[in-house]
């Protein structure tokens, strides 16, 4: 009995190690986001492209995902702070975002009347659509330039870029700015009129760019409202009619049909042990050879993504990994090829799943 839990605890041990490194070796690319305006998100509504423009033209830009991330960065007088996802503040971080950050240029983008009144300015914004507007303000970098988008937000009070009843980008404190055009920035819309000019000028003048988003788990459950916050008014009672709906409809089914009838099962039912010697089979027989070649599969994914290699073509990807890692071409071969030798034991599966997390780890840091 003690072999035979041994060898169990072995199996258990050898699912889980290649079962975690699978996980860690398919999963997507942890720092792109769906997020508007994030600086990693390459969809039409994303922001890469400025993000990635502002680095070429020499900016170090700094992306700061939540306020313990936003606390490791210094931030001084040359330095300009974006906010973007600003529907994801509330009091506290807020605070904390002028307190942490108030001695650079702080550029708010698109925030909503209740970020706006965490602010103390009381500006009540109008969502408008606007033609291409000029600066037309005393700004020495934003004088000159002209922006364009689908949909804007309007904030009263001084600032640049002006229109009917308001302006565009507002000047709400000595170093703290409302930007409502925010869809300046995304992908789809910077190379419109002269954004990409307004967007590397406003963000990029500083030399250094802290990219902040917020992330609503810094916040404390009394920001948060709870649950009955977040839906709309009508869920309750609708949930009510439905429930009372379901219940009249039983009752009415069971008028009809009468009491349940219990009868024995036609067909025999297979004993235990049947069942567990064919799941013993399979595991001894199939789980191995099933494992290895995921985890194949999965490292050379990996690999061949960071080495801009596809990963079906093996020849070549095993020949720049040797080269990469230094390691011999054979040996390389044996690790990643589809048709390489399956695991023998439990043993030899986790130390092919240690090896492939070794070779991959190689290739990332060389």
């Not at 009619?241 to 067909?267: F, K, N, S």
């Not at 494992?291 to 290699?309: C, F, P, Y």
Request: with cysteine; net charge negative.
């Amino acid at each position: 009995m003690k072999r035979r839990g041994t060898r169990a605890g072995w199996v258990i041990g050898a699912v889980v190690a290649a079962s975690l490194l699978a996980a860690v070796l398919l999963r997507p690319d942890d720092a792109r986001t769906s997020a508007p305006l994030d600086p990693h998100n390459p969809a039409p509504s994303g922001a890469q492209a400025v993000a990635r423009v502002l680095a070429d033209e020499g900016v170090e830009v700094v992306v700061a995902r939540g306020r313990s991330s936003l606390e490791d960065v210094t931030v001084d007088a040359r330095t300009t702070v974006l906010v973007t996802s600003t529907e994801e503040l509330g009091a506290s971080t807020v605070e904390h975002l002028r307190s942490h950050a108030g001695a650079g240029d702080l550029v708010l983008a698109s925030p909503p009347p209740g970020v706006v009144d965490l602010f103390g300015e009381g500006l009540d914004a109008l969502t408008q659509s606007h033609g291409p507007t000029d600066a037309s303000c005393d700004d020495a970098v934003l004088g000159r330039h002209r922006l364009q988008v689908d949909e804007a937000l309007v904030f009263p009070g001084p600032g640049c870029f002006p229109v009917d009843d308001g302006v565009l980008l507002a000047q709400v404190g000595e170093r703290v700015r409302f930007l409502g055009a925010a869809q300046l920035l995304t992908n789809e819309q910077v190379t419109t009129s002269g954004n990409a000019a307004v967007a590397l000028s406003l963000l990029g003048s500083t030399g250094r760019l802290v990219w902040y988003v917020p992330d609503s788990a810094d916040l404390s459950p009394s920001e948060l409202g709870g649950l009955d916050a977040a839906l709309p008014p009508w869920i309750g009672p609708g949930l009510w009619i439905l429930v009372l709906t379901g219940v009249a409809l039983v009752l009415w089914r069971v008028r009809r049909l009468g009491p349940l009838a219990v009868e024995p099962l036609p067909i025999p039912v297979r004993a235990i042990e049947s069942v567990v010697g064919r799941g013993r089979l399979q595991q001894r027989s199939g789980d191995r050879t099933h494992a290895a070649g995921v985890l194949r599969t999965a490292a050379r994914r990996r690999i061949g993504e960071h080495l801009q290699v596809p990963a079906d073509r093996v020849e070549d990807l095993c020949l720049v990994v040797s080269q990469r890692s230094g390691r011999p071409l054979p040996e390389v071969r044996a690790l990643l090829t589809p048709d390489s030798p399956a695991p023998t034991s439990d043993t030899a599966l986790v130390r092919l799943a240690q090896e492939l997390t070794a070779l991959t780890e190689e290739v990332r840091t060389r």
